[in-house]
């Protein structure tokens, strides 16, 4: 059962994705795909971890992706959801500023 803390066992989080057997996972965490976090001493997992283990699973299935492949696919997309963080960032951060820079700042991207 899910703990209080929202961390799955290693059993929930088989059952929660219906195309991820043992042998799967123990592959996603070995290529370090999956970083399963420690709890006490028994590994767990995030939710987080199932949505990358949902999109590790329809890589492989519907692509056939080998483990460098996927390590390079996932690389990119951490780094896009990372770019992604920081333009909301400066977004917020530009909303705060007086009306003559944000006019400025979005003249200069063309906007």
Same mark, same amino acid.
């Given at each position: ?30 290529? $370090? *795909?999956?970083?399963? %976090?420690? !709890?006490?001493g028994r590994v767990v997992y995030r939710q987080v971890d199932i949505? #990358?283990?949902? &999109? ?7 692509? $056939? *992706?080998?483990?460098? %492949?996927? !390590? ?11 770019? #992604?963080?920081? &333009? ?14 944000? !006019? ?8």
């Open positions: 059962m899910t703990d209080r803390t929202g961390f799955l066992s290693e059993e929930e989080a088989l059952n929660a994705v219906g195309r991820l057997d043992r042998a799967r996972l123990v592959r996603f965490v070995r290529a $370090e *795909l999956i970083r399963p %976090a420690d !709890a006490g949505a #990358r283990i949902e &999109l590790l699973c329809d890589l492989c299935d519907d692509f $056939e *992706l080998e483990d460098e %492949a996927l !390590a390079l696919v996932m690389q990119l997309v951490d780094q896009l959801h990372g770019t #992604r963080s920081d &333009l909301v960032t400066l977004m917020q951060a530009l909303g705060g500023e007086p009306e003559e820079v944000r !006019a400025r700042v979005m003249g200069r991207l063309g906007r």
